[in-house]
């Protein structure tokens, strides 16, 4: 999965649950970004994701696996 499929997913999630939403480019080092939803935030690299790299980012944001 690449991180922008990734990210439209959790906007997406966000909107549904009625969570506050935010992307930081300047945040991240490199080509890395930060992600808030809701209450909690994580760093997401770009380019492709493992499953194991987007399951471990769900965790980190408190979403459960569907």
Known sequence: ?????LIRELRAL?????LAFEVFTDKG???HCRVRLGD???TIQSGELSKLMVRT??????????
Not at 14 to 18: I, P, Q, S, Y
Not at 57 to 66: A, F, V
């Open 1 to 5: 999965m690449k991180r922008e499929a």
């Open 57 to 66: 980012i769900r965790r980190q944001l408190g979403i459960e696996s569907d």
């Open 29 to 31: 080092k490199g080509s």
């Open 14 to 18: 966000a909107r549904k649950r009625g």
């Open 40 to 42: 909690r935030m994580t």
